[in-house]
């Protein structure tokens, strides 16, 4: 089998980021803005992953692991802040909570 | 004669405790500190005088610490003590004591009764300061230390605003006066390396040679320090309107101390003057002038203390003339009657004017021989004094003195001498107009209580001082007693006569009595016995009066030539270039908080957006710099 | 290979299917295709481990969690018509600008650099544990502090204080 090109990988989890980049900046709501963030996570992780198996070194898998662990610590957190959120403001507008402004 | 540094001292640290404690303390205890500085400081005067006087030498100087020694300028803190000084010192301390007992109870009702004596012996520290200076840098201290308490005591009332602009018309008038004497200082010790008066009085002679153009200019500057002080002409404007301060203010600042400045520093720099001879013409003349100008202006006034005002130019104006033809001693013997009685009249005419409820005008007094006798005798004692009543007054012997030397001093001429008996005239006639309608007449205003012992009691001494302090200096036609001219000769020297007139004293002495005694004939005969020969005389010389009411109309030319322009410019310019930049500055920093505060929105996509921009412009330039 | 190509287009197109529904649990089901698809990359890229990793960890919590909590919102037929207005079209073109010269830009460093081959060996867990216990142990700890830190914060502001109304205001609110 041909080897897979380094880039390729990366140009994938490049354009996966994107996607997620695009997706948090036109979303509204909060939910989804939370999702597209996972998007960015993962697109990172895959970048990892792909320079890992360049180098065959397993570093960049142990990478991988911290970030899903992050992640994951960090969607529970925000899925709490989200629930006080719609508590508080009786909606799922992030546009809403903008009292700290200039 | 150690004690010499504790003079000036003892005011100073009597208006420093005042600042500290002066709102907390009774009123009763107020005085205590504020006239007990003085009190105390008059104690030493007169131990270290007696001191000195026993011991002989001619001069005795203390300095205190080493001020600067920069650029070759050696400055100390140095006191010294000769005969003028201790003259100075004595009227100062002595004069001052008197008029601090009488002002603790004149401004005893005032809300500022505190902050008045911490500002007074303020001034009286200063004065000090000034008069035992052993160098122009220290007395040039002194100098601008009772300026500065000048202002502060004229707008000692400062809820009224005219208050506060005849202290600001003071100390302005007196700045360009404070100008042309420092420059004069400046150029002294470029000349000289050295502003230490005995040391000026030594090298100067050797250094500038007669008539020499930087002796002259040196002394005119000098004169023009003198002048502002002083309030001679030009610079006299200052004076009539000083008068909105309290009276004492005005007995012990603009009558016996502050005004006799510039007769100190003329007095003090002689040498120089000597060097300069057109310097010292110009002295004689503006002495003589002004002395004209004040009195024909005094004739013309109503308000009590204006006459006085006026009165007091005029008189320095003969101190001027005095210093003027080299009669030194003269001068110094004038200026101590002179202190005596002018602060007399000064605090007779507050305690007039306090017990008629603040009333200025002599036209809605009257009669007050009769309700207020011992006020009244003690200003018929002054003014007297003030008139030079023959044989009797102190101010005979001073003021005859002058008149005499004017003519037969080495430098006197006739015009000069001329002036002065004009002067000595119009001096009669204005003083007795004051006498005749403030005290004799029918009533007008009615005085409703009586003044205290604090007040009555200093007028008291000061009338007795008038009377016969003038015995220690009589004319050569009259036992010539010299004591006062020899007592000063180490400092300044002996006018030289011119010897053709020698003889001719006597005739002098006679002509002045003459006139003297016309002009209160005069007065007597305008304002008590045919009053309906003034009404006539009024109108045909209305013009006149009102300019010389005007004080021949110096403050109208002043306003127009200086004053409007110079606030018009000050209009023009409000919105200066400088005032634009900090202004623009501001502007733009406001500009730019708006429009940076329009990216703090509060919307959570914004701050999404911005740092896309961000990561975008970062890997942008890193990508163009390795690339 | 062709393996990594298929299950890379699988992804982009999940990822762009996510991105446009307007329905929340709609939006999640495709996320966890899209995570499937990148398992299998994973797997292709010799990290086996990390394939079945992603699966048990990303697909099948965290966007589980998320629906448990989209469901506890108890949002109802209104807030897919609110999506349906909020995003617009026009709001696409500014991000859509921005993320494309990022992509363009990130295309260009990743081409312009030095090229390798992915080599075949796969590297399963026995290596990861010892690089993972090994060198980066500290990792280890940060991460257990990290995941103790998102327990107590989670379990805190979930927290919803019950407002307590004394019994004599009680009757007056009525």
Redesign the interface.
């Known amino acids: ?12 989890a ?3 980021f ?6 948090v ?5 909060i ?2 803005m ?3 963030v ?2 960015m996570l ?1 697109a990172a ?2 970048a990892f ?2 320079a ?3 180098w ?7 990478m ?3 970030i ?10 925000g ?6 959120i ?2 508080q403001l009786k909606t ?2 992030s546009d809403a909570a903008n009292k700290m402004r200039g | 004669m150690e004690l010499l540094w504790l003079i000036p001292v003892l005011p100073y640290l009597g208006a420093f405790l005042l600042i500290l404690v002066g709102s907390m303390i009774s009123r009763k205890q107020v005085p205590l500190i504020g006239a007990g500085s003085i009190g105390l400081s008059a104690l030493v005067m007169a131990v270290v005088g007696i001191d000195f006087l026993s011991s002989g030498q001619p001069y005795f100087q203390q300095t205190l610490w080493r001020w600067m020694n920069v650029g070759g300028l050696d400055v100390g803190i140095t006191l010294s003590l000769d005969a003028l000084s201790l003259v100075f010192i004595f009227v100062i301390t002595f004069v001052g004591f008197l008029i601090h007992i009488y002002s603790s109870e004149f401004m005893r009702d005032d809300e500022g009764y505190p902050r008045f004596f911490i500002f007074m012996n303020l001034f009286v520290g200063s004065m000090l300061m000034l008069v035992l200076a052993g160098n122009l840098v220290v007395m040039y201290l002194g100098w601008e230390g009772v300026g500065l308490c000048s202002y502060l005591l004229i707008g000692f009332w400062y809820r009224e605003e005219k208050n506060g602009y005849a202290a600001r018309k003071a100390f302005i008038i007196t700045r360009v006066g404070d100008t042309a004497l420092a420059i004069g200082l400046f150029m002294l010790f470029q000349n000289l390396g050295t502003l230490d008066f005995r040391e000026i009085s030594t090298r100067a002679p050797e250094v500038f040679t007669l008539g020499s153009e930087t002796v002259v200019i040196i002394a005119f500057l000098l004169l023009g320090g003198a002048v502002g002080k002083s309030a001679q002409l030009p610079l006299q404007t200052w004076l009539p309107d000083a008068m909105a301060g309290p009276s004492p203010v005005s007995a012990l600042i603009h009558a016996a101390t502050m005004v006799t400045a510039g007769v100190y520093i003329i007095a003090r720099t002689h040498v120089i003057f000597e060097l300069a001879p057109s310097a010292q013409l110009a002295v004689a003349t503006v002495g003589a002038l002004t002395l004209l100008l004040a009195g024909c202006s005094a004739m013309m006034q109503y308000d009590l203390k204006r006459i006085l005002a006026y009165s007091t130019i005029s008189q320095i104006g003969y101190m001027f003339l005095a210093l003027g033809v080299g009669a030194w001693s003269a001068a110094i013997f004038h200026f101590m009657i002179h202190a005596f009685f002018k602060a007399l009249l000064f605090l007779a005419a507050g305690t007039v004017i306090a017990l008629l409820h603040h009333e200025h005008d002599i036209f809605r007094m009257g009669g007050l021989r009769r309700s207020m006798p011992a006020v009244y005798w003690t200003f018929l004692i002054g003014a007297a004094s003030l008139a030079a009543i023959p044989l009797v007054t102190a101010g005979f012997y001073s003021k005859d003195q002058i008149l005499w030397l004017a003519l037969a001093g080495e430098k006197g001429n006739g015009w000069l001498f001329t002036a002065a008996l004009m002067g000595a005239f119009v001096t009669a006639i204005y003083t007795f107009r004051m006498v005749f309608v403030a005290f004799w007449g029918e009533e007008k205003t009615h005085p409703t209580h009586h003044a205290g012992t604090a007040m009555i009691l200093p007028l008291v001494v000061l009338a007795v001082l008038s009377t016969f302090a003038g015995f220690i200096e009589l004319p050569h036609t009259l036992g010539h007693v010299q004591l006062f001219t020899d007592f000063l000769k180490p400092v300044l020297p002996e006018v030289s006569l011119n010897q053709s007139l020698v003889h001719e004293e006597w005739i002098v002495q006679i002509g002045a009595a003459l006139f003297t005694f016309g002009g209160i004939y005069i007065a007597y005969l305008f304002y008590i016995q045919q009053p309906h020969l003034l009404p006539p005389v009024k109108t045909y010389f209305s013009g006149l009066r009102k300019y010389w009411l005007a004080g021949w109309g110096f403050d109208a030319v002043y306003n127009a030539l200086l004053v409007r322009p110079f606030v018009g410019i000050a209009t023009i310019n409000k919105n200066d270039v400088a005032d634009r930049l900090s202004d623009g500055m501001v502007a733009i920093t406001n500009y730019f908080h708006r429009l940076f505060s329009w990216t703090q929105s509060g919307i959570m996509r914004w701050y999404m ?1 911005g740092i ?2 961000g ?2 412009m970062v ?2 330039i890193s ?1 163009l710099i390795n690339a | ?1 062709v393996t ?2 298929i299950a ?1 287009s699988v ?2 197109l999940a ?2 299917m ?2 446009t529904r307007y329905n ?1 649990i709609h ?2 089901l495709y ?1 966890v295709i ?2 499937l698809a ?1 398992a299998i ?2 797997h ?4 086996p ?2 394939a079945a ?2 699966v048990i ?2 697909a099948g ?2 966007v589980v ?2 629906i448990f ?2 469901m ?2 108890n ?1 109802k037929q209104e ?1 897919v018509d ?2 349906r207005q ?2 617009s079209k026009k ?2 073109i ?3 600008i ?6 363009a ?7 312009t650099t030095e ?7 796969a ?1 399963d867990a026995k ?2 544990g ?3 216990y090994g060198p ?1 142990v500290i ?1 280890v700890e940060l ?1 257990g502090i ?2 103790m ?3 107590v ?6 927290r ?1 204080k019950k407002k307590v109304v004394h019994r004599f205001l009680e009757a007056q609110e009525h």
């Open positions: 089998m041909k080897p897979i090109p380094v880039e390729a990988g990366l140009i994938l490049g354009i996966l994107m996607l997620g980049l695009i997706s900046l036109i979303r509204r709501n939910i989804f939370l999702i597209s996972e998007i993962n992780g895959l992953i792909t890992g198996a360049r065959v070194q397993a570093d960049g898998q142990v991988f692991i911290f899903l662990t992050m992640a994951a610590a960090e969607v529970s957190v899925l709490a802040l989200i629930l006080q719609y508590h799922l507008d | 957006m896309v921009i990561t975008i890997v942008t990508m | 290979m990594f190509y890379g992804a982009v990822t762009i996510v991105i929340m939006a999640l996320l899209s995570f990148i990359v994973f292709v890229l010799g990290a481990f990390m990793l992603e960890v990303y919590a965290i969690l998320i909590v989209i506890m919102l949002l807030s609110q999506e909020w995003m709001l696409l500014g991000p859509a921005l993320s494309v010269i990022l992509l830009e990130l295309i260009y460093i990743i081409s090229s390798g081959a992915i080599e075949q060996p590297l290596a990861v010892l690089s993972l980066y990792g991460s990290l995941l830190s998102g327990i914060g989670a379990y805190h502001l979930g919803q």
